[in-house]
């Protein structure tokens, strides 16, 4: 179910990194993109959950194709 509503963010965790859904002592991000280098991405600003992991999901969308030059699950 989350793979189908958020393609890019389980290509990330399947493929790459790991993400973090939830703030903590060091952000008030409600989800935070991370590799073996750190902070790839976090969310700023979203008024929901479903916001951030949208957002999270579209930025993810540009990465893959930029950085690793293959074609994300899901193009907005």
Do not use: H, T
């Not at 280098?37 to 957002?55: H, I, K, N, R």
């Amino acid at each position: 179910m989350f793979k189908k509503a958020y393609p890019n963010l389980a290509w990330w965790v399947e493929n790459q990194g790991w993400i973090e859904i939830g703030e903590d002592l060091q952000s008030d991000s409600w989800i935070r993109i991370l590799d073996e280098g750190g902070m790839c991405w976090e969310d700023e600003g979203s008024s929901s959950l479903d916001e951030a992991l949208l957002e999270a999901d579209k930025w993810l969308a540009e990465e893959i194709e930029d950085r690793f030059k293959k074609v994300p699950p899901k193009k907005y």
